[in-house]
């Protein structure tokens, strides 16, 4: 080597081993940072130290005020504190850190300290940007939760790093467009929350890359219509949440690419009405939420296709009945809630004859519910619980449904009428509570329900129908069923005395003569003879027999014989039969 490759700065010799040696004392970019970061670190810990006495006798000097930390399950947990940044002086090795509910506006460098997190929980504070790579050490993380917080934009190096990452929630957010693969730095993605944002615009590639995504929030925003293209990539999606957004109507097989998808929550999506087309593909759902919604008939036909259906929500719609058959098709519907539809005002007969296997109806806080008609309810074998709360029913009817099998019953909130009409809930409420105490099998089961308290008459105003007696009630008879035996029997006997009575009309000649020969009296006395000699022809014209029961003409033998006489011109060499013969 030459003299002056030899020499080195200020003209002074080095040898190669030496200039290496230098050139290992220079620190990178990446180090300098990270030297900066721990000079910093260690100077707010010597602050913290000097300022904040020791938290415990263990000596976790570190620990912010506010918080509490673990280092034995590596959890530290900040309640609501004043904190406005991310502390560093917490132990490197932790792995789940929980800082809610503070004003924290930033994720800076910091984060790169806490390598081991599984769990980050920053939500309820003033995030409003989140910089590129702020992330990039977290590739252990699975759990991130930002939520309800101010941040407006995310892009596709947001999340660079989190390669772990299962769940993201970004709720509660100003977030406004999601950009073509935004979301594709994370594949093992599982649960997306982007509800209660402010986004109007999906990329149809918004959503490329996510074929683990099970579970997806898109409620609360302000999407027109369903986002159909950016939902194609999504072929493991079993839970869809598209509520509150604006889309009046649902396009021809909007879900068709979903075929997997057991629960769609449209509630209050503006829907005014639903096609048979709406839900083609969806032939695995099994919970289905279109309540408040601007429905005007129960979409019957449009739901039928949905035979493996089991959770269904009409709540807050604008039909005013619910006809028989209205949910022909779901056979297989176990629950069924139609609360807050304030024209709901009937129920008819057979409403519910297709769906046999129902186990708990809510029909509650229903303004205008006045009628329930007799059989709504029936034919429903599994039905155990039934909630029809805060409607403006007065009256029930005992063939409304099949009340041995239910377990819960809440009438409560109606203006019930307790009068006569009302015992038999009353005796049926009496049993159920008493039901616990007998032998299983001898009674009803048992019964969860809620007292039932009377509006009027205003003798009986708040008074508790399961604590009133028969005679409080106005009733006669202590039991129903009594009153209807006692008058089905006045009836058939009233019914039994008028046909005898009839009978008895109408053959009364009979059962005179019946009565006169019993007596031995066969001949015909002085009086009946002199009777029978002013009875002429016209009044045998005029008395003109009746048929009875025992047989023949009641013509009596001197009025025959009379008209034998009369007629002796025209029997010419004809004997003439003597009376006594006959």
């Not at 929550?265 to 309540?291: I, P």
């Not at 029930?396 to 009068?419: A, K, Q, Y």
Request: glycine share 6%; hydrophobic share 40%.
């Amino acid at each position: 080597m030459n003299n002056r490759a030899a020499v080195g700065h200020g003209g002074k010799a080095t040898t190669p081993v030496s200039r290496k040696r230098n050139l290992r004392m220079l620190p990178s970019p990446m180090s300098l940072d990270i030297m900066l970061t721990l000079t910093l670190g260690i100077t707010v810990a010597l602050v913290t130290a000097v300022m904040v006495p020791p938290v415990d006798a263990a000596g976790l000097a570190n620990c912010p005020l506010g918080c509490q930390c673990d280092d034995d399950t590596l959890v530290v947990t900040c309640g609501e504190g004043q904190l406005d940044v991310l502390p560093i002086v917490l132990n490197p090795s932790i792995q789940r850190l929980v800082i809610k509910n503070n004003k924290i506006k930033t994720i800076d460098s910091s984060m790169q300290f806490y390598a081991e997190l599984t769990f980050l929980d920053l939500s309820y504070n003033h995030l409003f940007n989140i910089p590129q790579h702020t992330f990039k050490y977290q590739k252990k993380l699975t759990e991130l939760h930002l939520n309800h917080n101010k941040v407006g934009s995310v892009s596709n190096i947001t999340f660079v790093g989190l390669v772990s990452l299962t769940i993201l929630n970004l709720r509660g957010n100003f977030l406004d467009e999601l950009t073509e693969g935004v979301f594709s730095v994370v594949p093992k993605l599982e649960e997306l929350n982007l509800g209660q944002n402010r986004i109007a615009k999906i990329d149809p590639k918004a959503f490329a890359g996510l074929t683990n995504l099970k579970v997806l929030y898109l409620d609360d925003n302000t999407i027109s219509t369903v986002p159909s293209p950016a939902l194609v990539p999504l072929k493991s999606l079993a839970e869809l949440y598209l509520g509150l957004n604006s889309f009046s109507s649902i396009p021809k097989e909007a879900f068709a690419m979903l075929s997997g998808l057991s629960r769609l929550d449209l509630k209050g999506a503006a829907l005014v009405n639903v096609t048979r087309d709406s839900f083609h593909g969806l032939e695995r759902l099994r919970t289905l939420d279109l309540s408040d919604n601007r429905l005007n008939h129960i979409p019957t036909t449009e739901l039928a296709p949905l035979d493996r259906l089991e959770q269904l929500a009409l709540g807050q719609n604008d039909f005013d009945s619910i006809p028989p058959g209205a949910f022909a098709g779901l056979s297989n519907l176990r629950l069924l809630d139609i609360s807050g539809s304030l024209r709901l005002n009937r129920i008819e007969s057979g409403a519910f004859e297709a769906n046999a296997n129902l186990e708990e109806i809510v029909i509650a806080s229903n303004k205008a519910l006045t009628d329930i008609q007799e059989g709504a309810l029936s034919g429903l074998p599994h039905l155990r619980r039934i909630v029809l709360k805060d409607n403006a029913l007065t009256t029930l009817t005992d063939g409304m449904l099949s009340w041995n099998e239910l377990v819960e019953l809440d009438l409560s909130e109606n203006p019930i009428l307790c009068d006569c009409q009302i015992l038999w809930l009353r005796n049926l409420l009496v049993s159920k509570s008493n039901a616990s105490s007998t032998l299983a099998g001898s009674a009803p089961a048992p019964i969860n329900q809620i007292p039932v308290v009377c509006a009027a008459p205003d003798r009986l105003r708040e008074q508790v129908l399961q604590n009133l007696s028969p005679e409080l009630l106005g009733c006669s008879h202590p039991d129903r069923q009594q009153q209807a035996i006692i008058c089905v029997v006045l009836v058939s006997a009233a019914a039994i005395l008028t046909t005898l009575a009839l009978v008895i009309y109408k053959c009364r000649r009979r059962i005179q003569e019946v009565v006169k020969g019993s007596w031995g009296s066969n001949g015909i006395g002085r009086k009946e003879r002199e009777y029978q000699k002013t009875f002429s022809e016209e009044d045998y014209s005029a008395r003109h027999p009746h048929p009875c029961p025992g047989g023949g003409l009641a013509i009596h033998p001197t009025t025959l014989n009379n008209y034998q006489i009369n007629n002796h011109h025209h029997s010419h060499g004809i004997r003439h039969i003597p009376v006594t013969e006959l």
